[in-house]
């Protein structure tokens, strides 16, 4: 009889602790929740694309660097520096450092044809756009 009343004395204990357990978690948990933070994801738009094993160059890799393929090196020295011009322009506006390398012209120059005329292009337009001595 001793047995079965401690038995039943213990497990009400423990039923008694779980449940407290339980509430505290529970409430910890709301306050959590209510504390005013949202958090957003936001997953970009991948649109679908079937497979083409024939294709030899995508239309958006030509799209996105037909910009620095050039016919003939004046072509390519020219585009550069028009682009360093502008780009040189901006920067001594801003009063940025001098650094025509930080430019996105300059970097991805070495995807198409005739990369290092149109960087030397760039540079030169560069130079002339940062300290101001054409437009």
């Known amino acids: 009889m001793k047995r079965t009343l401690i038995r039943r004395v213990v497990g009400l204990l423990l039923t008694a602790l779980l449940l407290v357990g ?12 209510s504390s005013g933070r949202r958090v957003v994801i936001v997953r970009p738009i991948r649109p679908y694309r079937f497979y083409d094993p024939w294709r ?19 072509e390519a020295y020219g585009e550069g520096y028009k682009d360093g011009l502008k780009t040189g322009q901006k920067d001594g506006e801003k009063d ?18 005739f990369a290092e005329v149109y960087r ?13 001595r054409v437009g």
């Open 22 to 33: 339980t509430l505290l978690v529970a409430a910890t948990a709301v306050a959590a929740q």
């Open 120 to 132: 030397s292009g760039f540079s030169n337009g560069y130079r002339d756009g940062y300290k101001g």
């Open 96 to 113: 940025k450092s001098y650094d025509p390398e930080r430019s996105h012209y300059y970097e991805e120059a070495g995807f198409g044809n």
């Open 56 to 74: 030899r160059f995508d239309r958006l890799e030509r799209f996105r660097y037909s910009q620095y393929v050039f016919d003939n090196s004046e």
